[in-house]
């Protein structure tokens, strides 16, 4: 699939790029994703 193609080995280096932080900044990340989450859903 062509989405595979892009997607696949952009959620690797995600993947991989999250897990280098150690735990601190990895709940950061998620509390500020979550609020984008958020108010995007809020935007809806």
Do not use: K, N, Y
Request: charged share 25%.
């Amino acid at each position: 699939m062509p989405s595979e193609a892009f997607f696949g080995p952009l959620i690797e280096r995600t993947t991989a790029l999250f897990a280098a932080h150690d735990e601190r900044e990895r709940a950061a990340i998620r509390h500020f994703l979550t609020g984008v989450r958020d108010a995007a859903a809020e935007g809806s």
